[in-house]
């Protein structure tokens, strides 16, 4: 259980640093820059400790969905951003297929 809140802790912040990231403005603005460098560092240090005590393949495919879904949130809440039946369907897939490869710590 540790290990998956470890990773949703990951993929949040990776997508906090891609809000950041069109922030920057292809990294021209040195404090939203400063601060995807951050998060990028933090979430890998977050990943790196779930791949030390998980499967490499398994938990780093979940940590990369789980940021695909925050990150489209964020989109939605902050940017105003649209998404259409199919877009939302594929965001089902990557929860689905998420919640199939970390199975084994969910039940």
Known sequence: MVTLLMSCGAAIIFAI???????SLGLSQPLYSAVVFGCFGVGAILQTLVISKTDLG???????????VATLFFSIW?????FNAVNLFGLAAIVMGVALLRSKEIA
């Not at 902050?78 to 649209?82: A, M, N, T």
């Open 17 to 23: 640093g891609g809000i950041f990231m069109k922030l």
């Open 58 to 68: 398994s938990s780093y495919i979940s940590i990369l969905g789980l940021e695909a």
């Open 78 to 82: 902050l940017f105003k951003e649209h």
